[in-house]
Structure formats: C-alpha cells, structure tokens
C-alpha cells in the first residue's frame, strides 16, 4: 500500500484520477481503517488530504458556513456561531461514533462512505447543505442527497473527492433538528434517523420545510410527502400524525441485527414527530 | 517501501520507520514496546487503544502511523511525572475503580481529555465523555466517582 | 498435615487488618500501562500465527490443501489436524477439547478453526490463509435449542446418545442429556393450589465479553520441554489439558498466567493454546497467537441460549405449593449439562414441599458454551422469578413479602438437594424490603423490579506458599489468578494471621512449576479458596516461627504463642523475656534451621452459597420501546468482606453485565447459521452513559466453613438482574416480558401486541 499526503486539492484528484489500482481518499480514517482491518479493502494507494490548505477550516462566509471537508467532527461543535445557526446539523454530526471518533471523523467522509445509516446526512440534506467536489481539472458542486448512490456507492466519479461542505444561509424565523434512534445511549448505528429543517412566518406557520430519513432505504431519503404535511400549519397534533404517517409511508427498510421493518417504519414517524417539534421550537415556534 | 515518521510521543522526540498500512496502536505496540495501549477490538469500538493525538482524544487503532508525522501523542505511559501519579491514576486505585485493568489505560486517557476540556463535568457530562471506552468488570460506577474525586482534587 | 485440625469450627469476628480497603499490589502497574496482559508477552524470534476458520454453520471437510501456503516465503509452520493427533486415550470429553480447538471431519459452527499457519510476521500470515483451499460439502444446520430437539433436526454427532434417561435411546440424536431434580409430589401440589401459573421463556445467547482478547505466547523446544505466556483463569489446568493434548508430560510445560484482563469464565477454557504449541512444534520457533474481537465472538465460549417453562403453584396465604420447570439449554456444538445446573439453580432460593426441575440439554451447530459468570442461573432466574412476581401479583400479595415468605432457610431442604446451613436469601430479601430504594417514588412510564437470585461457589484444589525473607517481609505464592484484586485479599489474610502490617506482605500468582496444582478461578472460589489456603498457609508459617521462638529461647515450643506478630513466651517464669518480633527471627532464621516458610495443600471444602436481591427502576419509552435504567440496586450475603471496595466491585460488574444482557445483548444467526455480529459495534454491551449509579449493600452472615467466614462472591450478582429487569419492564409496560434481551423491537412489538 502507498500512503501519499499531497498539499494541494489538484494534486490530491490528479493522484487519485491515474491509480490504475485501488485508490481511497482518507481524512477521518475512521471507516476506512475498519474497513481495511476486516479486509473488506485492500488500496493500493491511500491519499490523506488532511494537507490540503484550508481543508481543516470552518468559515463563515456571507453565504452561509463552508466546512472544509477535513474538518473532524468535534471541532464542529467547538464552532459557537454553526451551533447557533446550524444545531441540528452539529448535533447529528456529532452522533457519530465516540469522542475518540469524533476527534477524527468527518462529515465529509460519513456522507462518501454511503452507509444508510449516516448520521450527518439527514440532518445535512435537511438543511439543504451541497458539496463542493473537485477532480482534477474542475470543481463542481452537489446537493448532498444527490451524492449517494446506494449502499457503500456514491456518485463521484473516479479521481473526485469532496473538499467542502456547504451550509446555505439560514432563513429567519428557522431551525433544524436531528433525532436518531439506537438501543444504548451511545456508539451504536442508527437504527433510524430523522433531520428536520422548518421555516416560519411571523405567525409561527411553517412556510418552508425538508423532511429526511435515515437507514430505511438504501440511501437517506427525502420525504417530500412529510414536508408538505406540515407546510402551512402550526404542527398541530393533525400536522403531526400526518406528518408521522408520511414517514412510515416512505420508508423502505430491512430486518437486520439492528432492527427490524415494522421497528424501524414505527420509529420513523415517531421521530419525525420529535424531531419537528424541537426544529420547530428552535425555529421561535410555539 | 515504508515510511519514515517523525514525531513527539510523551514529550520525547521520535523517529521510526513503519509500512504504509501500519495502525499507530501497532506502532505504539511493536515497535515503540509502548504495551499500555491494548487492541481490544481492532475497530474503535471500545477505546481500549486511546491515546491523545495533538490535544484531541483518538483510537490509535483508526490511526495511521504514517499520520503521526509531525504530530505529538500521549499515552499512558506518559501520564504519571516519573514516579509521581497523576491525580486520576491515584484516584483510581483508592477508589478501587479498576479490576482487571485492561481498560483502565483508556480510561485514564480519555478522563484526562475530558478534563482537560472541561474541569468540572456533571456527572452525566463524564459519562458521556467516557461512553467511547468499554468496561466489563466495574460497571463503570467507580470508575465515574474516580473521576469525580480527581476532577475536584485537580480544580485545587 | 491434617486438615482437620485447622478445620474452622470456630469463625474469627475480630480483625486488624481484613476488611479495610487497602491498596492492591498491581494497582500502580496497571495504572500506568506497565502491567503486562497476554498480548504483552513477546519471545525473541517470534513467529505470528493466524487461525482459518470455517464460513459455514455444519460443513465436511473433504479436503485441506495447504501446499500454496506452505510454499509461501516467510510462512514457517502450516498445522490441520492431522498435526493434532489423538492422544485422549479414549477420554472422550479431552477429544471433544481437542475437536473445538481445531475441527477434525466435520466444522461444527461458523467460525470453528480448520488450519493454521506461523509465519514472520501478520501480513506473510494473512496471504498464507488466502492460499489455503479447502474443500467443504455445506450440511443442514440448527441453531436454536428446541428446533434442536425436535424430531428430524439434522444430527450433529452420530456418537451421542440422550444420557440420563431411564432407557438408552436407539438413535443419536442432539438431546445429550436429561436429568431431574427435586422432591415431593408436584402434582399433588397443583392441586392444592389456589393460583396456578403456566409461563414459557426464552433468552438468547450472550458472551462473557471481556475487553482483552486471548493472546498466547507459546514455545516448544527441541528437547520436548515447552513453555507459555498467556492470559487465563486456570494456568494449571491449561497446563494439564494443553500437555495431554499434545502428548507432553504436565511437567514439560511450564505455563505462566499474565495478568488478566477479564475472563467471567470464557478463559477457564482452553481455545487456541493447543495450536499455538503445535505450530511452535512444528516452526520450532517460538509463536504468539492473539485472537481478534472477531474471532473471540465466533470462536470462544458464548452462554447458551435457552427455552425454559416454569409453572408455580399457591395458596391465597401466599404459600408455594408446587414448582415446576422445564429447562432446556444447549452446549454448543458439545455435549454439556448446562440445563441441568440451570435446574439445580431454579428453585434454590425457596423452601418448597413440591419442587421439580428437569433439564434438557442440546447440541446446536454454534461454539461451545462456556461458563459466563453463575453460568446457567441467570436464564432460570429470570423465568422463575417472573413466575414468582405474576402468582404474588395473582393472589395479590407484595412480591417482596411473596419471597419472604416462601424463603429458604437454616435447615431448609433446597430444591437441588442438600439442607442449608445459615444462609443470606432471608435477611437479603428483608434488607430490600427496608432499602430507601424501594420508598423511593416512580415517575412518568416507570417500573420497579424486585428478584433474588443464587450461586453455588465452589472450593477446589489450592496451594498456597507462604516464604519469610530474611528481613521480615513476606511474600505470599497463590495459585489461583487474580481477576478482581485477590492478590490483595490474600496478602490481607497473610498479615492479619501473622500479626504483621499488610504493607510488608506481597503476594503473586505463581506459575505452574512453582506451585501445586490450583482449580481454576471460577464459581467464586478465587478468594474463599485461597484466603483459605492463605490462612491456613500462614498458621504451618506460625508454627514454624514459634518452633524457632522456642529454639532461640532454649524453652518448650508449648510454652511459645504467637501474637501481634511476635512470639510471646508464656508462663510467669519467662515474664522477664522480651517478645521476638517475626523480623527478629526471621533474621536468625539461617542459624536456626534454614529460611522460615508455610504450605498449604487443601482442597477447600465448604463454599458457602451467596444469595442476593436486586431492585431496578425502568423507564420505558412507550413510542419505542426503549428502556433506561434509572436505579439500580444490589444486596448480597458476602459471609465476610476481606476487601469491601472489591465485594461492592464484583456486585457492580456482576449487575451491570446482567443489565446488558437484559437489555441488549444477544447473538444474531441469519438463516445461513453464520453469526452476524461478532464485534462490539453491534454485539451491545451496556456503556458508561447507559447505567446509573449501582448501590450496593453487603451482608455478612458468616459461613461456618472459612476461618473468616468468607463466601465467594463473583457470580451471584449476574443471577438476579434479567429477572429483575424482567419484572420493572413488565410493570413499566403492562405486558409480561418473556424474551431476553428486552430489545427496543421486542418491547415494542409486545406493546403494539397489546394494544391490538
């Protein structure tokens, strides 16, 4: 195996673009040395990017937060003004794993390494987050929910990677929350999860919502249906149910050592209903 | 093949040679003889293996040693001033807050960071702050109040 | 020497140093990461080895070609078992070890090893199992007990025949033992019966789950002799059953223990220590062998998983009038009597007229279960205890009352067959019912669990040397190992005998060529044992002291005592003579007949019983499922406390391991027999921040048969909690739980069930 730590993105995608073998990105390490250590991958050459300039940094910017894709996941919450504007994004990020973990895992590397389960991606597809990706002769850019592709699959394309994560600007009168379900208190994967941005009026309508699952189908889900439940009410117990039924609906879930489809379609909506409520109290609500 | 890595560990400059796939707890293990980190699981899962890398509390086993380059970690086997304990190993012998032992390495890791962050944890702040490090003899019971009694010996 | 003479009849009450909390000899090397653990032992020249383990559930193995592997540059030594050959002489529980720890014709579970290679280092060994082929013909498989006794299951030994019945069975079959136990007439019983109880149970299987894997560092030599560094609960007897197995004489290998880190009994058995010296045979090299968290769970040895019917019968004056339970267990991919000392255990902590329990034990195609802590309690616990808590709740009686009520007692006949001496279910149950913890208010969705529980303890062969140093200091050789701190408790009973401070007595565990053979540390004996062969050890060192006493004075031994740590002559004639300190005797030892030492060699009968009550507080989330403990309490008879930090340690650890089985922990088959979480990701044992605080409170009713009324205390704290637990989910839900663990989706699905 050869382990390469370039300083510049361009190198990094130029790397990782003429591998004729097995080539992974690495920042957090924390999937990938699981997975080497299982032999479930054996690369070939590995690329740290954790070199790359500013790829470590948080900046707030007139257009809302751009998260270097090497950020680890504590210094999220070390970041006062992203937890003001962005508490469900954090607190869903800082869910993954341990604090040994969290001392190295990065949202980036949660969303690349496609688990259906990942915790940062409800919460960042909720807030509408994208990802600046980058290859080696251009950048482009995605919304998060576009870039999985199914179990362990995303839809870079050979010798990209991401290098940011983007936060729009947060709307007034907004909030988002993240509510996972696991059976301990800590460690465990999600057995489903749910991210819920709202906006509202001055009246405390929801005039703006997006509504996400996590593992109940092969990759996070949008659930349109959820959010047009509640757009226009004032999540009464009616928009609640509504909105609860809505999630069941849409789940596609399996039996597995972690739950099982009739667990998992009945926790959806129960916290869905939750999570709406703390985003909806974060957003002035009530 | 091979990489050459340059770093701090417990104060002490360090210099070694190890593969590119090498984890920093073999590292630490094989070729330092630095045996207090123990692999438990091999898969960040039980924090037996936790060390502080530049500040922040890692599993050495979801660490490259070829990543150390440049950088400073703490073990355990630097946490004592010669033969001078520090308040938490002491007050996880009196408080009986170890049995067989093997996880106490990490959890004395791992309560040094938490510390080191935050001086005077609830007690559900450290028990979340440990929730990464598995016990399977204590119940983690005193191992909490070891904490409790270090934390407010460190505050003075 | 007779032990008849230091037989205890009389229990010492006062002490000087027992029962302080003193600090433990290994306490500064562990916490500074210099207290070396299997994994830690490193031979110059050490080749790594790594075990291929078989993919699938029940499979022949047609044919193992390891030629590629063997070819393979840096691999030294590849071994199947044809390098394992058959020296059991016909013992064929010795040849069922030998079978688990590398499979012969048949792989029996999903990950049961069939090679293994030594090689220079871990990635030469990971490309020599690659090169490995074997050839397997995949069988049907059946994990789970009762499908295992049915009619039809694929049988997976044509060897084994159901023992224990009144006639031998024609066919083999997976049933491989029944037994009864019990008295009166049950029937007769139900009938008199105002409230009759009929409830079926099933807990899944757990492991031990010890944070340190097993790790052995093996080397044969040339001359046959051979030694071992590795981390285990009975060196000795790994020392007896790794040598039979490989045809050495006992005292050709020398077995040293490392300290331990964790072993609830998975390490009281022998798993890939026989394959470790095979391939240092065969490399003639040395060879270090450490499992991977993988490989503990699939190939260690995990409980059972069970299937238990209880019915109880009572008056409406809350006497039990009849019990009966149907047990049913499994060994594993062996034959075990794990479901008989399920029903030894079941009715123990009662005194009933009409009591029976029958055992059903099975073979399944899963690893050999192993004891886990009170190995077989647990699971009856939980499904009497549950009975016990739905006829009181029947007849309308205060579950705690219920218990006391129908409690054993001094004389009692127990329901597994001896008459108790004093024992601590009584007083257990009556400090629970006056426990603050059971005033203390519920809140929102909460339930509150009472249940007792109980565990044999056994005594065992123990050596203990005791040797005086020239300077006054003593070091003390125990045999048995050290898992939670005895080290300490054994020192404590050296000085306490000997009148001296406990800072100038130090004890080891000592290795296999150094000491007579010592059982294992299991069924709580480590401390009642050897603090037992420790006193006694210490009492032949006192007699020696006073003979030298005697000697140095020129008077009669009979006019020497021993107190406060020094000889004493008595008699008004010698009121002039100044007492001889130990240090001053032990430092003429060389002139008064050599260094001064004690022996014991016991086998240490009469272990008391340790009963225990706990009280759980639940809080269940009634959307999903979920439960929280919120208060957690543990009272246990501990006879007498040596080291209180370290009792309250065992009832801590016990009950917290309880509580993760209760709750969470359980293997999970897919359809294809393969275990799918064997990792500490998904196998989910509890972590800090899923438990409170665990109070604990000890009892001392002294057992009449340790010099200070010790009993052992390890295992009872595991019995109560799952039915405790049990009970507080039922009570917080309205609905009887009856399937261990009490998952999220299970409550959940029990809830909705209930609500349809």
Redesign the interface.
């Known amino acids: 195996m050869r382990y390469m730590q370039p300083s510049t993105a361009k190198e990094a995608a130029t790397l990782l673009n003429k591998e004729k073998g097995k080539a992974f990105v690495l920042a957090g390490g924390t999937d990938l040395l699981v997975k080497m250590k299982a032999g479930m991958v054996e690369p070939d050459l590995v690329v740290d990017i954790k070199a790359i300039k500013g790829i470590k940094e948080i900046k707030k910017t007139a257009s809302g937060f751009t998260i270097g894709a090497a950020v680890p996941c504590a210094a999220l919450s070390e970041n006062k003004d992203l937890v003001k504007t962005w508490p469900g994004v954090v607190e869903a990020a800082g869910l993954i794993g341990s604090k040994q973990v969290q001392g190295r895992c990065t949202m980036a590397g949660n969303l690349c390494n496609a688990s259906p389960a990942a915790d940062s991606v409800p919460a960042l597809m909720a807030a509408g987050a994208k990802v600046v990706v980058t290859g080696p002769k251009a950048s482009r850019k995605l919304a998060v929910e576009d870039v999985p592709a199914g179990v362990g699959r995303t839809h870079l394309k050979k010798g990209e990677f991401i290098t940011a994560i983007e936060l729009p600007k947060k709307a007034a009168r907004s909030g988002d929350a993240y509510l996972r379900f696991i059976p301990r208190t800590e460690m465990d994967i999600a057995v489903v999860s749910c991210g819920v941005n709202l906006t509202l009026d001055t009246k405390g309508v929801i005039t703006h919502a997006r509504v996400a699952l996590g593992a109940v189908a092969v990759t996070a889900l949008m659930v349109k249906e959820a959010a047009i439940a509640i757009i226009g009410t004032k999540l009464d117990d009616a928009a609640k149910a509504k909105l609860a039924a809505a999630c069941s609906a849409a789940c596609k879930p399996i039996d597995d050592k972690r739950g099982t489809v009739a667990f998992r379609t009945e926790v959806a909506g129960v916290l869905a209903r939750r999570a709406a409520e703390t985003a909806y109290a974060r957003a002035g609500g009530k | 093949m091979g990489?050459l890595v340059q770093t701090t560990v417990n104060s002490d400059p360090v210099e070694f040679t190890c593969?590119?796939?090498e984890?920093l707890l073999d590292v630490l293990?094989n070729r330092m003889g630095?045996?207090?980190?123990?692999?438990?699981?091999?898969?960040?899962?039980?924090?037996?293996c936790?060390v502080i890398?530049d500040g922040?509390?890692?599993?050495s086993?979801?660490?490259?040693g070829?990543?150390m380059n440049g950088k400073r970690v703490e073990?355990?086997?630097g946490?004592?001033e010669g033969a001078k304990?520090h308040p938490l190993?002491q007050h996880?012998?009196?408080?009986?807050a170890?049995?067989?032992?093997?996880?106490?390495?990490g959890f004395?890791m791992?309560a040094k960071?938490?510390l080191a962050r935050n001086p005077n944890p609830s007690?559900?702040e450290?028990?979340?702050?440990?929730?990464?490090?598995?016990?399977?003899?204590?119940?983690?019971?005193?191992?909490?109040?070891a904490v409790q009694s270090a934390a407010k010996e460190m505050r003075g | 020497m007779s032990i008849d003479s230091m037989t205890p009849d009389l229990v010492k009450k006062h002490f000087k140093v027992i029962g302080n909390r003193v600090r433990r000899p290994d306490g500064v090397d562990k916490v500074t990461g210099r207290a070396r653990y299997g994994a830690d032992y490193n031979l110059p020249g050490q080749l790594v080895a790594l075990v291929l383990r078989s993919p699938h559930a029940h499979a022949l193995i047609e044919k193992i070609d390891t030629s590629k592997a063997e070819k393979l540059a840096g691999v030294k030594a590849v071994i199947t078992s044809k390098d394992l050959p058959d020296h059991t002489q016909g013992d064929r529980g010795l040849l069922d070890i030998l079978e688990n720890c590398m499979a012969r014709k048949k792989a029996l579970y999903d990950g049961h090893a069939v090679a293994a290679v030594a090689a220079i280092d871990a990635a030469t060994a990971r490309k020599a199992l690659k090169l490995i082929n074997v050839t397997y013909k995949i069988l049907p498989h059946v994990t789970d007990v009762d499908e295992a006794l049915k009619h039809g299951a694929p049988v997976i030994h044509d060897h084994v025949y159901t023992e224990g019945l009144s006639e031998k069975p024609t066919r083999p079959s997976n049933h491989c033992k029944y037994a009864e136990y019990g008295h009166g007439d049950v029937e007769a019983g139900f009938r008199d019966a105002d409230v009759v109880i009929s409830r079926s149970f099933k807990t899944e299987q757990t492991h031990q789950g010890y944070i340190e894997p097993h790790s052995v560092t093996a080397s044969v030599s040339p001359d046959g002799t051979a030694e071992m560094f590795v981390c285990t609960q009975g060196h000795f007897v790994y020392r007896n059953q790794c040598a039979a197995l490989l045809g050495l004489d006992a005292n050709k290998l020398r077995v040293t223990a490392s300290e331990i880190g964790g072993g609830f009994g998975g390490k009281t058995h022998i798993w890939a220590e026989p394959l470790a010296l095979a391939l240092s045979r065969k490399a003639n090299r040395p060879v270090k062998l450490t499992m991977t968290r993988d490989e503990v769970f699939r190939a260690t040895g995990p409980t059972s998983s069970t299937s238990v019917d209880v019915k109880i019968g009572a008056k409406k004056d809350g006497t039990i009038t009849a019990a009966f339970a149907e047990l049913r267990y499994h060994g594993g991919c062996f034959p075990g009597n794990w479901a008989e000392l399920g029903a030894m255990t079941s009715f123990a902590c009662y005194d009933l007229k009409n009591v029976k329990s029958v055992a059903k034990d099975a073979i399944v195609n899963r690893p050999k279960t192993a004891a886990y802590r009170a190995p077989s309690a647990p699971m009856a616990a939980f499904a009497v205890e549950s009975v016990v808590d739905e006829v009181a709740k029947a007849i309308g009686m205060d579950p705690l009352d219920f218990r006391i009520k129908n409690a054993a007692k001094e004389g009692t006949k127990s329901s597994y067959g001896p008459v108790y001496g004093p024992i601590g279910i009584g007083p257990t149950l009556q400090a629970a019912k006056n426990h603050p913890h059971m005033k203390a208010p519920l809140g929102k969705n909460m339930g509150r669990g009472v249940a007792c529980g109980f565990w044999f303890n056994f005594g065992g062969q123990t050596c203990v040397d005791v040797n005086i140093a020239a300077d006054g200091t003593v070091t003390v050789a125990q045999g048995t190992i050290d898992v939670g701190g005895s080290r300490a408790s054994i020192a404590m009973a050296v000085a306490e005998e000997l009148g001296i401070s406990y800072e100038n007595v130090r004890s080891i565990v000592a290795d296999t060529s150094s000491l007579g053979h010592n059982d294992m540390t299991d069924g709580s004996r480590g401390t009642f044992s050897s603090s037992m062969a420790a006193i006694f050890a210490s009492r032949n060192a006192v007699k020696v002291l006073r003979e030298r006493a005697a000697k140095m004075w020129e008077i009669s031994i009979g006019e020497v005592e021993w107190k406060d740590g020094a000889a004493h002559a008595v008699g008004a004639h010698h009121g002039n003579r100044s007492p001889l300190s130990l240090k001053e005797i032990a430092a003429q030892a060389g002139t008064t007949g050599g260094p001064v030492a004690g022996h014991a060699e016991i086998t240490a009968d009469g272990a008391g019983v340790s009963f225990g009550t706990h009280i759980a507080d639940v809080e269940v989330d009634l959307e999903t499922g979920r439960s929280t403990v919120k208060r957690y309490t543990v009272i246990q008879d501990a006879g007498k406390a040596l080291h209180p930090s370290y009792v309250e340690g065992q009832y801590q650890g016990g009950a917290a391991q309880g509580i993760g089985w209760a709750l969470n922990e359980e293997y999970v088959y897919g359809k294809d027999g393969r275990l799918q979480n064997a990792g500490f990701l998904d196998y989910r044992i509890p972590v800090c921040s899923d438990l409170p605080m665990i109070d604990t409170q000890i009892l001392e009713i002294a057992n009449p048969h340790h010099p200070y009324g010790v009993r052992g205390v390890g295992e009872t704290p595991i019995v109560p909690p799952l039915a405790t637990l049990g009970i507080a989910v039922t009570n917080a839900t309205g609905v009887r739980q009856t399937h261990i663990p009490m998952s999220p989706p299970r409550v959940l699905l029990s809830l909705m069930s209930k609500m349809k």
């Open positions: 990489v593969s590119e796939d984890s293990r630095l045996t207090g980190a123990k692999e438990g699981c091999g898969t960040g899962d039980c924090g037996a936790s890398l922040r509390l890692v599993c086993c979801l660490v490259l070829a990543e073990t355990i086997e946490m004592a304990l190993q996880f012998i009196d408080g009986a170890l049995q067989c032992g093997v996880c106490t390495p004395l791992a960071a938490l007690e559900e450290i028990r979340f702050g440990l929730a990464g490090n598995l016990c399977r003899c204590t119940g983690y019971d005193k191992i909490v109040r």
